[in-house]
């Protein structure tokens, strides 16, 4: 199996909290990680690509310091959206992908509802 | 910058008969292909790849074909079930971009008993 365990799966803040979400691998070593964003209606659209011990690497147009990443292990990555916002308001999922060579599919977490008030 | 298309937002089929769904891409860089299916308020689920070295790949009631000269791949299920309905999204990634993900933007399939 590929289990990835995303929590929490549902966040209500005021506005200007910083919420954490975790993204875990159960049953796999995970080099890489990676965080989406979902709008209503729309696809998913890769915000940061998180490597084991190095930086993560942002997409263009995702500020890194409202959305602070860390992959300290490799088996968790977290996402930090700082001082959020009512426009941070979205669904958030995490996708974690083997540690082997050659392709491997992304196994993605059950995302979390992020409601900022 | 839209480097995977699903054209087709939508899709119903009757129960038991053959559902296809389309996804073409831009980027001939891409060398590796996935389909996922996703329930509203869930993470996608990975269903089945393809590499580029292939032009079809069988999983069951699932099959995924390539035509890397068109840059066009698709999703056909046979025989449907009505616990096939869901979102499905294409996705495309490649060496070249340390293997992340691009996704459609997914078509909505509802099967019909």
């Known amino acids: 199996g590929a289990v990835v365990s995303q929590h929490p799966s549902w966040v209500i803040c005021k506005s200007g909290t910083s919420v954490k979400i975790e993204c875990r691998s159960l049953?796999?070593?995970?080099?890489?990680m990676f965080w989406y964003r979902q709008f209503p209606k729309q696809s998913l659209m890769l915000m940061a690509t998180?490597?084991?011990?190095?930086?993560?690497?942002?997409e263009q147009g995702v500020e890194k310091d409202k959305f602070l990443i860390n992959h300290a292990s490799l088996t968790l990555s977290t996402l930090t959206v700082t001082s959020a916002h009512p426009e941070d308001s979205s669904f958030y999922i995490c996708?974690?992908?083997?540690?082997?060579?050659?392709?491997?599919?992304?196994?993605f977490g059950d995302g979390t509802r992020l409601s900022i008030l | 910058d839209q480097q995977v298309k699903q054209n087709s937002p939508s899709l119903s089929v009757q129960e038991g008969r053959i559902s296809i769904l389309n996804c073409d891409y831009t980027?001939?860089?891409?060398?590796?292909f996935l389909w996922y299916k996703k329930y509203p308020a869930e993470g996608p689920t990975f269903l089945i790849s393809i590499s580029s070295i292939k032009d079809k790949n069988e999983d069951g009631r699932f099959t995924v074909f390539l035509n890397k000269s068109a840059k066009h791949l698709s999703l056909h299920i046979v025989p449907s079930q009505p616990g096939d309905s869901a979102v499905y999204f294409c996705a495309a990634s490649g060496i070249y971009n340390n293997n992340d993900m691009r996704f459609g933007a997914g078509t909505r399939l509802t099967v019909k008993p």
């Open positions: 998180s490597n084991e011990g190095s930086k993560a690497t942002y």
């Open positions: 980027n001939s860089m891409f060398d590796y």
């Open positions: 996708s974690a992908r083997k540690r082997d060579n050659g392709n491997q599919p992304q196994h």
């Open positions: 049953d796999f070593q995970a080099t890489t």
